[in-house]
Structure formats: C-alpha cells, structure tokens
C-alpha cells in the first residue's frame, strides 16, 4: 500500500512538471491561494507629496485598485530616508514624515482597503479581513542617528524592518554604495542586537559585503534583504553573490528578488548608467519577466527555496520588467512559475510563505531575549 502511494505521489508530480498550459482559472486559483506579500515599495516617496494612493493613477506603478486586482496581500511600505539627510542633520525628522504617510495618507485614509500590521499574524488577520496588510519598513539606518532610543520610538510607531544603510556608509555600517567595503562598527552590532530583542527584521539590502558578513555574525535572529537579487545572474553590488544567498538561507532567511531592470538582467546592468559608468546610454535594456524567474530559479538552487521572496522596489526603480510592470501584474509571474515546473506550495513559500515564517522566527527570538513583539 505504501509503496502505491509513493508510486502515486511521484507520479501526480511528474504530471505537474510536464504540464506546460494552464488555464486562467487555474492560474488565479494557485494565485489567490497564496499570501502575496511584496518586501518593498517605494509609493511613499508619492503619497508623503500628497498623492492619493487609493484610487487608479495613470502613472507609476502602484495605487490601491492595481494591487487589488494583482491579489496582493501584504506590502512593506518604505519609510524611505535619503543620504542627503544625514547632511541635513534631518534624517529622523524625515523618517518621522514617511511613517506617518504610511500610517496615515495610506492606512487611515483607505481603512476599507489597507489595515496596519505588525506581526506575521496581523497579516493572516488582514488577509481574512480582505483587506491588504501594510507593513513599515524603514529604508536607510541613518534615519535613528545612531540612537537606539530612536530605534525603540520607531519600533512603537509600527517599524518592523531597518534596511542598515542606503547609499552611503554611516557611523556604524558600511554600504554597496561605497567602494571601501567599512564593516559594522562596535555601536553597529549593538544597533544589531537592539534590533533582535525589539523583533525588528534585519534587512540586509544596500550593505556592504563587509556589513553583511559582520551582520551574519552577529545576528541572533536570521536576517533578509527586502529587495536585492542575485549577483551570479547580475552582477552589480546592490545583489548578493552565491556564498551570501546560502548564508541567508542557512541562518534561515530569505532573499526578496528585486524588479530593478539592472538587479535582473546582466544585459540591463551593462546598459545602465547607473551600474556602468562606460554605457553610452541613460536608458538601459528592458529585462523581462524571464528574467524574474532566471533570478528566483537561480536563489532556489543556491539556497533552497525556503529562502526565495519578491521585493519588487515597484516606484522606487525606473525601468520594470516587461510582464511585470505594475502591482496589478503578479498573476502573470504566478503562470511563468506554473509554466517551468514550480508546484503551487513552492510559489505559496515564494510568495508569502518564506516571509511569515522568517518572521515569526524573528519574533520568537525576541521573545527569548527578553523582548515583547506585538
């Protein structure tokens, strides 16, 4: 009986990798199936100008309407702070102003579409409320000026990831930005560890290569990039080579593919003048959304597919892959998928899966040292 079921098993399987149609029934069926949950979103940079995000805009690539009809279920919002601040000496007044066109422009404005959330299952509650979970994010370390004070004030205003740094090193980490690869300082690892007790996730996405191996040490709690890709298939210094995805998946983290046309595509990065100074050219080459799946394939067979997510940096890239061009979009990565052989349980960890429970590892670690995650 047994080895009929195994037989059966692997049978229903090798039928699934050979099927190379599928409906849109059955593609929206897997789709709606999932939690879809975007690591990074730039829209605030809009809507902290006063643009309205509920109702349908003609341009950009995100409104309330287009997520709507992609079937999003979650999306980390960024609290965006510009290396300009830090000149400024502004950077935690400017973070002030993007949390708060998150909790209010977004949330408060649109209750009937958007509900705050804080934890892996205030998502699962948005979900079941039919209504998207939007999360905070802060993107740039500088915006706590080097004050874990600050950290935990944040923590309180609904903050659940800190990207180290943007583009440009800071007093306690270094970033991909720069070219003389400075690691986590002494106060920086202190920062890493506030972090683990709050049970704020550990974002990873413009560091260093220096910060990331000094992260990976020093975390407690398994840490993500928000929105990179991978340096194999694209190599510029914004995506992460092959022995940091494994780290990643290994500490039980995942990488969140970002939909820069240059984080995808080595053609794209050769075309751009923002990752090769020598392109004769401000416009770079399209990618595509093959190449979202090149990059997903690729983490997948480095690190496994418990460490693959989607943080597509939608509004804060200026080239998008053609397929993908806005958040109403998703189902059309959901078919590729299907097409080349992901069953629909991989894509539910691709999707969302991988991030809930990445999540809710950071929020028992907290709770083991001491912190109180809600």
């Not at 052989?341 to 999540?359: D, Q, S």
């Amino acid at each position: 009986m047994f080895r009929f079921v195994l037989i059966l098993s692997v049978s229903l399987l090798a039928v699934h990798a050979q099927k190379k149609t599928w409906t849109d029934a059955e593609v929206m069926k897997v789709h709606r199936s999932a939690i879809l949950i975007d690591g990074h979103n730039d829209v605030t940079s809009d809507t902290v100008k006063g643009m309205d995000i509920g109702p349908l805009r003609s341009s950009g690539h995100t409104d309330a309407v287009r997520m709507k009809k992609g079937g999003m279920g979650a999306q980390f919002f960024a609290a965006y702070v510009g290396a300009e601040y830090m000149e400024k000496n502004g950077s935690a007044h400017r973070a002030l102003e993007m949390i708060d066109t998150i909790r209010y422009d977004i949330v408060e404005k649109h209750p009937n579409d958007f509900v705050l959330a804080r934890t892996a299952d205030g998502i699962v509650k948005a979900r079941k409320q039919g209504k998207i979970a939007a999360l905070i994010g802060i993107e740039g370390g500088h915006a706590i000026e080097g004050s874990e004070r600050l950290l935990r004030d944040f923590y309180a205003l609904g903050v659940r990831y800190m990207t180290l740094t943007h583009s440009k090193n800071h007093e306690w980490a270094g970033s991909s930005g720069e070219k003389d690869n400075v690691g986590l300082s002494a106060h920086g690892k202190e920062i890493v560890a506030e972090m683990n007790r709050l049970g704020m996730m550990v974002d990873i996405a413009h560091v260093s290569d220096k910060t990331f191996w000094d992260v990976i040490e020093t975390s407690k709690s398994p840490v993500f990039s928000s929105h990179s890709s991978a340096r194999a298939v694209s190599n510029i210094a914004r995506n992460m080579t092959d022995e940091m995805l494994r780290a990643v998946g290994k500490k039980g983290g995942l990488v969140m593919v970002n939909f820069g046309c240059e984080f995808l595509s080595q053609k794209s990065a050769d075309t751009s003048s923002w990752t090769n100074p020598n392109a004769k050219t401000t416009k770079c080459e399209q990618a595509t959304i093959d190449d979202v799946v090149a990059q997903i394939n690729h983490i997948r067979k480095v690190a496994g597919v418990d460490a693959v997510g989607l943080g597509s940096d939608f509004d804060g890239v200026s080239c998008v892959p053609k397929g993908l061009e806005d958040v109403s979009q998703w189902p059309n990565l959901t078919r590729k998928l299907l097409e080349v052989g992901y069953t629909p349980a991989e894509i539910r960890k691709v999707y969302g899966g991988n991030l809930l429970r990445f999540m809710r590892s950071v929020e028992r670690t907290s709770r083991e040292l001491g912190g109180r995650p809600s």
